[in-house]
Each structure stands twice: as C-alpha cells, then as structure tokens.
C-alpha cells in the first residue's frame, strides 16, 4: 500500500456524483474520460463495487487533461449535462465514455453525439444541458479541488480522504479491503 500525505481538499458531499452510501468507505476517483489508465481503472473499480458491495461509497470527480486528451472536457460536460436530464443518466454516461472509449475516440465530437442516440439520450436536451454555463463551471470545480488535492495526473484516488497510488495488480482492492476490515 502506497499512501501520500494528500488528503482530499473538498470533502464529499451530496452534489457529487456518488453510487453507494455515505458512512462506508468512501473511494474517490479523479479521472479524465479520454484517458485510457482512467478506462482500465474503470474496469478494475467496477470489479471492486461488486466485491465490496454495501461496503464502498464510490465518488467520480472530473480531471479533464485537455492539453493531452483535447476531447476530455467536451465528455467530462456531456457527463454532467446528462447529470441534469436524470440522476441515473450521469451513471449511464459515465460508464459508456469508458466502455467504448476507443470508438468516441476516434470520431471525436460526431462519436460522442452517435454514442448518445444510441444510448436513447434526448440529444438536443443534452446538448441545451452541455450550453448551461454551470456545466463548465462544475467541471472546473472538480479539477481545482484535485489540483488542491494534489491531483496531478489520472486516475488518482483518495482512500477515505487520503491520497492513494496502487502499487501493482490488486493493490487498490487490498487496500479498500483493509479500510473496510477497520471499519468493523
């Protein structure tokens, strides 16, 4: 186990974008959607909720990298925009970006808006929600709270509100594993 002695500089609270409940071990994960270690991680956190299930709170904040992933704050938006359709579309976004990251990729913007038809995302809602200038604004809330964080690059993660670097294959869920132990 790694542990830095970053700790989360804006607290979780009730505007994040959360899947478990408050009072477990809390997993927060900076990440940039155009970011493939973000992909790979998104399978491996995936494997730890199911795992851990009832146990871990899971939060997502955006670190958009927009000087090496020029895509990244567009998606980051769309996220946040579907956020505002329903609470259940951020999810949906979310762990569509990464799933088919390759495919958006590649078709930049067009790939994104074909994505979300597919998805059977009201488009143009979206699209209005992305033009709301709190959209932008959340976006960069997030990343300068990972920046205070100590955030420089993706994915990064927080433990409970310590900066953690996994360390090798399982690492992360060995930690989040002995967090929990502690727990009980």
Same mark, same amino acid.
């Given at each position: &186990? @790694?542990?830095?002695? @970053? ?5 979780? %609270?009730? $505007? *994040?974008? &959360?899947? /478990?409940?408050? #009072?477990? $071990? !809390?997993? $927060?994960?900076?990440? *940039? ?7 790979? +991680?998104? !399978? ?12 871990? =709170? ?7 990298? =927009? ?15 579907? +956020? ?7 999810? !949906? ?12 990729? +590649? ?7 074909? /994505? ?12 209005? +929600? ?6 932008? %604004? ?6 300068? #709270? ?22 090798? %294959?399982? %690492? ?5 594993? =002995? ?6």
């Amino acid at each position: &186990m @790694s542990y830095d002695e @970053s700790i989360l500089a804006v607290p979780v %609270s009730p $505007v *994040d974008h &959360m899947q /478990g409940q408050e #009072g477990m $071990v !809390t997993l $927060v994960e900076y990440g *940039d959607f155009q970011c493939p270690a973000c992909a790979e +991680a998104h !399978t491996l956190i995936r494997q730890i909720q199911r795992h851990y299930a009832g146990n871990l =709170n899971f939060v997502f904040r955006n670190f958009p990298l =927009n000087q090496i992933h020029p895509l990244a704050q567009l998606a980051a938006e769309a996220a946040e925009g579907a +956020a505002t359709l329903s609470d259940g579309e951020y999810w !949906t976004v979310h762990d569509w970006l990464f799933e088919n990251q390759p495919l958006w990729t +590649a078709y930049g913007a067009e790939g994104l808006q074909r /994505g979300f038809k597919d998805l059977g995302l009201d488009t143009a809602r979206l699209e209005n +929600a992305m033009r709301e200038p709190e959209i932008a %604004s959340r976006v960069e809330q997030d990343f300068m #709270g990972g920046v205070r964080s100590g955030v420089n690059g993706t994915p990064s993660f927080f433990i409970n509100g310590r900066q953690y670097y996994p360390n090798g %294959s399982g %690492s992360l869920a060995r930690a989040i594993g =002995n967090a929990i132990a502690k727990l009980h």
